[in-house]
Each structure stands twice: as structure tokens, then as C-alpha cells.
């Protein structure tokens, strides 16, 4: 992603900020302008809470260019409690020892670096829910 780009969206990013459809309530992360549900144009924005379970996962153990520092590491799908659906690295913990159906939560971290300019870029990963 470029650096332009990611820096418009920071407030959507950092902020976890969905639409959700005032016809038919459907919640949208990212937001859309037609709600794929009923096709109403009128939303509201919430913030999620950024907390959910693990639906899958995969560990990654041979890790695309930019990510080999971070093998072994697991990538899985988190619904949150709103019923959002996310993909999102899995840190702080040992891969090994996930498992489907654990507590989550979103944290912002350093996702990576942009290049020869070093826009250091973040999003959000998720972290096991140990209830702090």
C-alpha cells in the first residue's frame, strides 16, 4: 500500500470504524455506500469493540518477502463480538498452541515498513484476551 493512501485511512484503521445500516442493521468493516444486506444508503458509524474469537487459522512457516524475521506466525479469521469478520496476524503468543474458538483482541501494531522511505506502517493484529 502506498504511503498516501494508508495515511487517509489511518482514522478508519486506528479507530476500528464500521457502518452500520440504519434499514436492516447489517454492520459493514470497511464501511460501504450500499448495504450488501438490503440496499438501503443510510448508515450510522460505530466503532467496533475489536474483541472476538478465532474461527481459523494457519501458521506460516515459510513467510513472504518483509515477514521472515516473524516465522514462525499464524494469520486467522476473527469474528468479532459486533459479527464482523476479520483476517489478522495472530501475536503475542505461541502458534503452536492456538486453537478455534479462543478470546482475541485487537491491538495496533508495526505492520511493516514502505520501502527506501521507511514509512513505518501500522494496522490491526490480534493478541489472546487474557482479560487485562
Known amino acids: 500500500m502506498h504511503i498516501p493512501r494508508f495515511w487517509r485511512e489511518i482514522p478508519r484503521r486506528y479507530r476500528m ?55 514462525p506466525y499464524a494469520v486467522g479469521i476473527v469474528e468479532l463480538d459486533e459479527g464482523v469478520r476479520l483476517m489478522a496476524q495472530i501475536t503475542d503468543c505461541d502458534p503452536n498452541h492456538l486453537k478455534t474458538g479462543d478470546r482475541l483482541i485487537a491491538k495496533f501494531r508495526r505492520i511493516n515498513e514502505e520501502g527506501k522511505t521507511g514509512g513505518i506502517m501500522y494496522g490491526y493484529k490480534f493478541v489472546p484476551d487474557v482479560g487485562v
Not at 478465532?54 to 518477502?65: D, G, M
Request: charged share 25%; with cysteine; proline share 5%.
Open 17 to 71: 470504524e464500521a457502518e452500520k445500516c440504519v434499514q436492516c442493521g447489517h454492520i459493514a468493516f470497511p464501511g460501504r455506500l450500499i448495504c450488501p444486506e438490503c440496499g438501503s444508503r443510510e448508515f450510522e458509524k460505530i466503532i467496533l469493540s475489536g474483541k472476538g474469537k478465532l474461527e481459523t487459522f494457519t501458521i506460516i512457516r515459510v513467510a513472504p518477502t518483509g515477514f521472515g524475521d516473524q516465522v
